[in-house]
């Protein structure tokens, strides 16, 4: 897929009611009642999935919000599609 | 558990009101998510077909040294990685003494010990501990 | 037979594996109701292997297509590793962990690790030591409690440590010496009178230790999401256990201190127990 | 209770009438849940008995079978929904079949249903973008061996079985409900056309054609195997669905003769009886032969089973070719 159809795809967190969300320590557990299955997550992923919503987002959008709430130390949109990507690989986020 | 959510959320400002989080978004090839799957697989099927990726693609790309380590591509001595994951099977035979399928013996063995070196959380993980466990 | 709330039917084409078992689990209590939660098969691969070279092929609720026969001589072995497949496959109350346990003041002290790890080892000599002796292969923890409870199975001694506890437990019955298993030599030891009396009372999970023996001495934490991920892994029912399975296990993860010990020999290790389970 | 009858006539007992579960004793407890487990219906078996006096032992065990099924309900769901999400991006639609079919729906037929493999019905045409799009989300092939792989694509109503690298489930691709070398030929445009949207992007066959292919599975498919469950299938079907227009339709498909037979075989299992031919009371015969350790009875009824499905899929030359292949390739291994 070219970059610039990845623009306009909408992203959708899986709502929240499905997510049950545990904190370790650096790592956070999440069982995804969906799929039943847990995931063991390091951040920024739980930071994507609060700030996703599950109105569903572009890239773009969801960048200039997570810029809002943090400070950004690498703010580039190729990583932020590799979460993306592996996220909705999880299911925990979709694109239709 | 809707409380841990909770508390979750709570917890992500952390830093206080004056100063935000500093967050990192990674580099592409990075990994952020490990998926916990069935440690003694519970039919036929993923045990015989389970696989292997080596070097696990969570972990960055690389060649597989002698001693299974992971090292910069193009490094004298070591191997390239096989083009598809090791199958559980093969990897099953090349435990009991033999060699991988179609490799040759150096390279086989690099492969294997990169196998005998994975640890849990990595991928290919599972089905390497499956295969060692016959039983529960 | 039950061994800890967990009823078991074993059928053999054999007599002397029934025999063996009928003998070794004499203390222990019919299933409730009298209908076991599993069953267990032990039975010949074609007619004629029941006396030819008879192999035992393992059966039961739950199977492993994979799993190859062993011959008649360790057929006891045979009855306890499909008793163990049962509830590594069909488990579906309890939280399986991997792992011995061992309790004090109603406290338990779980250890695990892989096979040649010294858990079973160390559990057994715990049992001498004023410790209650809960279970050397399987630690049941209940989801809807958090408590573990017992599963003290036959204690199934690899190798070295056969002489090791035959030494250190001069009172105790062993099963039969069984010789070239595809593990080595194994010899089941009976766990003690107290330890079954006591199976029905669980405990309250106090600290997890994760010991590796052949090492030089060493203690050190191990943190909470590392825990978790390797109690995934130690455990056969995690995920078939859905929900239930990480509200139990995050909670367990979330309660009790974990540390990793590394011991030359079991003086050291019964030591480095000693001194965490005080620092508690 | 005069006798303890331990094969599968006294699962289909209780199914039927779980009030009779009152009469069993230890024994007849014990070998009511081996069967069960055997058959793969505990679920189902718990399920039915909800609510129905039992041993605490029986009714904890049962509890367990209950939340066990609970949670293979969630992973075949989602499974769906995996597929879904891969094939949308072509427009096409995801027509399930059999079990994941039943609890997507809500049938009875599904409540406390084991289910293994994901089944979908796609359009022929579009096989081939079906499985590129699925071996993009993830899917790979299971056998790695070429003769199996070119008698899928040539002969079978499938394609070869896929499975996922990371959540370890199968999924089955059909583009019809019977083997392309069985001598019947179902209308598979059909099956597709007259499909029921259950949600967007998420459809089952109609209601005459669910219950076609379930006899289609039965009888002129496979060996019998697992026919005590989807027996149940089609006893459920037939409770939920009715019969008005089933004989139209499953002539059209073909398999009037299977329709009839599951018809009967159901009714005697698990409904009111029915009038029985010798070839029905044969299948009887082999669907219940089950002892109450669990144990697979019957052999030769069993062998027989075997050796007809081939039968049926195949041509005698054809069946001879593939049965030789098959033997020197587990000689090789």
Aim: with cysteine; glycine share 10%; charged share 20%.
């Amino acid at each position: 897929m070219r970059d610039s159809d990845k623009n306009d795809l909408l992203y959708r967190a899986a709502p929240p009611q499905v997510l049950c969300v545990v904190p370790l320590d650096t790592f956070t557990a999440i069982y995804h009642r969906a799929s039943g299955i847990t995931h063991l997550v390091a951040p920024p992923v739980p930071e994507i999935l609060t700030a996703l919503g599950t109105a569903g987002s572009t890239l773009d959008q969801l960048i200039a919000r997570l810029g809002d709430e943090y400070d950004l130390l690498d703010g580039d949109v190729a990583a932020l599609a590799a979460r993306l990507d592996e996220l909705a690989a999880a299911g925990l986020v979709s694109t239709i | 558990m809707s409380e841990d959510a909770d508390q979750h959320s709570d917890a992500t400002p952390a830093g206080g009101a004056t100063s935000r989080r500093a967050l990192m978004l990674g580099a592409v090839g990075a990994s952020a998510i490990v998926s916990i799957r069935p440690a003694l697989a519970a039919t036929a099927v993923s045990i015989v077909h389970c696989s292997i990726p080596v070097p696990d693609p969570g972990r960055g790309a690389g060649w597989i040294a002698a001693d299974g380590s992971v090292v910069t591509s193009g490094t004298a001595g070591a191997f390239a990685p096989p083009s598809r994951p090791l199958k559980g099977q093969d990897v099953k035979q090349a435990l009991a003494g033999g060699t991988l399928p179609g490799v040759e013996y150096e390279r086989s063995q690099a492969y294997m010990n990169y196998v005998r070196n994975l640890h849990s959380g990595t991928s290919g993980f599972t089905c390497f501990a499956s295969l060692q466990m016959p039983r529960g | 037979m039950r061994i800890g709330p967990v009823g078991f039917r074993v059928g053999s084409d054999w007599r002397t594996p029934v025999r063996q078992l009928e003998m070794l689990y004499a203390g222990y209590p019919k299933p409730e109701d009298d209908v076991p939660d599993f069953t267990v098969r032990l039975f010949a691969a074609r007619p004629w292997r029941r006396v030819i070279r008879p192999a035992v092929m393992l059966g039961g609720d739950f199977v492993l297509p994979d799993a190859a026969p062993l011959p008649l001589a360790q057929g006891l072995l045979a009855a306890e590793m499909a008793m163990n497949l049962q509830m590594a496959l069909g488990q579906r109350h309890y939280l399986l962990l991997h792992a011995s346990a061992v309790e004090r003041d109603g406290r338990v002290l779980l250890m695990t690790g892989e096979s040649g790890s010294g858990k079973s080892t160390l559990a057994a000599l715990l049992s001498r030591a004023g410790w209650r002796f809960m279970g050397d292969e399987f630690a049941l923890i209940d989801p809807a409690t958090g408590l573990v409870h017992a599963f003290p199975r036959l204690v199934s001694l690899k190798n070295a440590a056969i002489d090791v506890v035959e030494a250190a437990l001069p009172g105790a019955r062993f099963g039969p010496l069984l010789e070239g298993t595809p593990k080595g030599a194994i010899r089941h030891l009976v766990p003690g009178a107290a330890a079954v009396a006591a199976m029905d009372t669980p405990g309250t999970p106090a600290l997890l230790l994760f010991p590796r023996f052949g090492f030089a001495p060493d203690v050190r934490p191990v943190a909470p999401g590392e825990v978790f991920v390797r109690l995934t892994q130690a455990s056969t029912n995690y995920v078939a256990l859905g929900e239930r399975g990480f509200d139990a296990l995050t909670q367990l993860v979330r309660s009790i201190p974990a540390h990793a010990i590394d011991y030359p020999d079991t003086t050291t290790a019964l030591a480095q127990v000693e001194a965490l389970w005080r620092a508690l | 209770m005069a006798r303890v009858v331990s094969d599968g006539w006294l699962l289909a007992r209780i199914l039927r009438a779980p009030g009779e579960a009152a009469t069993l004793d230890a024994g007849g407890w014990t070998a009511l849940l081996a069967i069960a487990r055997a058959e793969q219906m505990i679920g189902t078996l718990a399920w039915r008995l909800q609510g129905t006096a039992m041993p605490p032992a029986v009714a904890r065990i049962l509890g367990d079978a209950r939340a066990s099924h609970d949670h293979g309900r969630t992973l075949a769901l989602w499974e769906a929904e995996a597929a879904r999400r891969a094939l949308a991006p072509l427009g096409l639609r995801v027509v399930l079949l059999k079990g994941t079919a039943f609890v997507a729906a809500g049938l009875m037929a599904g409540q406390g249903r084991s289910i293994g493999d994901l089944d979908i019905l796609v359009p022929h045409a579009h096989l081939d973008a079906v499985e590129h799009a699925l071996l993009a989300a993830g899917w790979e092939w299971v056998k790695p061996d070429l003769y199996d792989d070119a008698y899928y694509r040539r002969w079978m109503h499938e394609l070869p079985p896929l499975i996922h690298r990371d959540r370890d489930r199968m999924i089955d691709v059909h583009h019809t409900i019977l083997p392309l070398t069985a001598r019947i030929t179902p209308d598979a445009a059909a099956l597709l056309a007259n499909a029921m949207p259950l949600r967007d992007g998420v459809a089952m066959l109609s209601r005459t054609d669910v219950i076609v292919h379930a006899a289609a599975h039965l009888f002129a498919d496979g060996d019998l195997a697992g026919g005590m469950r989807n027996l149940w299938d089609v006893h459920c079907l037939l409770r939920e669905f009715g019969v008005e227009g089933l004989v139209e339709r499953a002539e059209h498909h073909g398999l009037a003769d299977a329709v009839g037979r599951a018809i009967r075989l159901a009714a005697a299992l698990y409904g009111d009886g029915a009038t029985l031919s010798p070839g029905d009371r044969l299948c009887l015969r082999r669907v219940t032969a089950r002892d109450g350790w669990g144990r697979a009875t019957r052999p030769f009824t069993r062998l027989g089973f075997y050796i007809r499905s081939h039968w049926l899929r195949m041509p005698p030359a054809m069946l001879t070719r593939h049965l030789w292949t098959k033997w020197r390739g587990a000689g090789r291994g």
